[in-house]
């Protein structure tokens, strides 16, 4: 096995936090998130020389992380499901309720309506960006984005109306 370069060791640890906020947004899990980004920094030491020629390692590893995991919830072996448990670190206490019930309606989503929702709202990426890491066009994203709220507003039903008021 041959050693890191330092610039990997460098990328690694600073992007392995929003790597993991991310990971435990589109699997609602912590141990499956951090399995998640454990393959996707794997993946980047594989093509390192690559990926760091390339100039923008950052967008590689949010693309490989969301691809990563739209391929294990395709696999039909995968027996992994989501924990109704969040993560033990809790963020900055706002609006405890609606995030919950936010939260709560991801889990009940597909995998890709998930992955559309919280790379378009919750990391605030831009329509291009989104399909980009999706490997599909804008309109496809703004199309889904749009599907994926309605179903989203449609599984929390009155409860979102009760939290938002």
Known sequence: MREAPADYLEFAIARSGPLFRTACLLTGDWHLAEDLVQETLAKMFRSWRRVSRAGSPVAYADTVLVRTFLSQRRRRSSTERPSDRLPDAAGPARDDELRMALLDGLARMTARDRAVL??????DRSVDDTAQVLRTTPGAVR????????RLRTLLGDQLADLTA
């Open 118 to 123: 919280v790379l378009r709202y919750w990391e």
């Open 143 to 150: 199309a889904h984005s749009r599907r994926a709220l309605q």
